[in-house]
Nanobody
Framework: QVQLVESGGGLVQAGGSLRLSCEAS????????MGWFRQAPGKEREFVAA????????YYADSVKGRFTISRDNAKNTVYLQMNSLKPEDTAVYYC?????????????????WGQGTQVTVSS
């Protein structure tokens, strides 16, 4: 069992930046590919970004490509989501997730473990 805890959310003006962190409960993060998803009120949870187990491959939703960067530090047991040039439509609860496959994926149902989420609000 892996517990994931997100942090770093908050309120920011459009055009601003935030960095989200997701820390695993045990020294196991290196065993998992990781992903970030988000869910806005009244909408389904959607894929944002993913990173392979080694960190050598990353994947992004078209809506965040060029603005968001996913990275990981397995030594610190933490995965990050750097969000720049934020827009009001980025407002959502952001979740990190872990899956036991070596490669990251945008498929939500592949992920085995989920965090509780952190709220990101972007004001116009």
């Amino acid at each position: 069992q892996v517990q994931l805890v997100e942090s770093g959310g908050g309120l920011v003006q459009a055009g601003g930046s935030l960095r989200l962190s997701c820390e695993a409960s045990k020294r196991t993060l290196s065993k998992y590919a990781m992903g970030w998803f988000r869910q806005a009120p009244g909408k389904e949870r959607e894929f944002v970004a993913a990173i392979s187990r080694s960190g050598s491959s990353t994947y992004y939703a078209d809506s965040v490509k060029g603005r968001f960067t996913i990275s990981r530090d397995n030594a610190k047991n933490t995965v990050y989501l750097q969000m720049n040039s934020l827009k009001p439509e980025d407002t959502a609860v952001y979740y990190c997730a872990a899956n036991s496959n070596p490669m990251g994926t945008m498929l939500r149902n592949v992920y085995d473990y989920w965090g509780q989420g952190t709220q990101v609000t972007v004001s116009s």
